[in-house]
């Protein structure tokens, strides 16, 4: 058992308050999340992480509620209220600040709202069915958050892009349940390889001499994403990732830099 998982397991047994449990935990989910090598030295191995605003929308490109929505607290700044929101300058192959990557996990007041519906569970029958559907509960409770787009793993770069144009990514979402327990809701095929799940659609709206200033992160063809929901846990002092099944996503999330 690796000594970060060992850590997660005490944090979960302690008798520590539950506000200093969750920061704990959050710590630990964050070293747990799948990083991207260091930026090459012959890519701007000296990058700096490009701070940007995220806003997280509560309806989706055609109007409709989503699953993943904002706290109702407006728009998430970098740096504000323990929030980080930026293209990070770590990537993957040899890329530098392709990737936004987003955390509310060291705020104290900065979440995300998550909603389950059972008209959103994927069900038998379904060509994307993979496990029955076990959220940790039905309907929307706000969490501590951490989102992140894997762009440069499939060779694209969010910066570079240009005004108007798209292309697909995968995207990794966790969150903290009830002080001690946190899962994922990732559609990332091209990432984590659940065969059943999507990718998403990263679009450039403007752009300047500095690269893509304005982006949105939307479904592909601004339709119903797929995501597979996974629970981590500890059992007998080893880290256990269970597949609670499939849900249809929408969300709808604009990025602008600064």
Not at 42 to 55: F, L, P, R, W
Not at 152 to 179: E, K, R, Y
Not at 199 to 221: E, H, K, L
Request: charged share 10%; proline share 6%.
């Amino acid at each position: 058992m690796s000594r970060i998982t060992r850590l997660a397991f005490l944090v979960r047994r302690s008798t520590l308050n539950p506000g200093l449990k969750i920061a704990l935990l959050a710590l630990v989910v964050m070293a747990l999340q799948p990083q991207a090598g260091p930026a090459s030295p012959g890519h701007g191995g000296g990058a700096q992480n490009i701070s940007v605003t995220t806003i997280i929308g509560d309806l989706d490109s055609n109007g409709l509620s989503v699953i993943i929505g904002s706290d109702g607290l407006g728009s998430y700044q970098d740096g504000v209220n323990g929030v980080t929101s930026w293209l990070a300058a770590s990537a993957y192959n040899g890329l530098v600040n392709g990737d936004w990557q987003f955390s509310s996990y060291n705020s104290t007041n900065r979440t995300a709202n998550y909603t389950f519906n059972p008209a959103d569970a994927i069900q038998p029958g379904d060509p994307h069915y993979q496990a029955p559907a076990n959220p940790p509960y039905w309907g929307s409770q706000l969490h501590l958050t951490h989102m992140e787009v894997k762009c440069t793993a499939v060779n694209n770069d969010m910066l570079t892009m240009t005004a108007g144009s798209s292309f697909t990514c995968p995207l990794i979402t966790s969150f903290i349940w009830n002080s001690s327990t946190w899962y994922g809701l990732h559609p990332a095929l091209s990432f984590t390889g659940y065969p059943e799940t999507t990718d998403v659609q990263v679009r450039c709206n403007t752009a300047d001499s500095g690269g893509c200033n304005d982006w949105f992160i939307d479904p592909i063809n601004l339709g119903e994403a797929v995501g597979r929901l996974v629970q981590h846990a500890t059992v007998r002092n080893k880290d256990v990732t269970t597949d609670e099944g499939d849900f249809y996503m929408r969300f709808h999330v604009h990025i602008t830099r600064p």
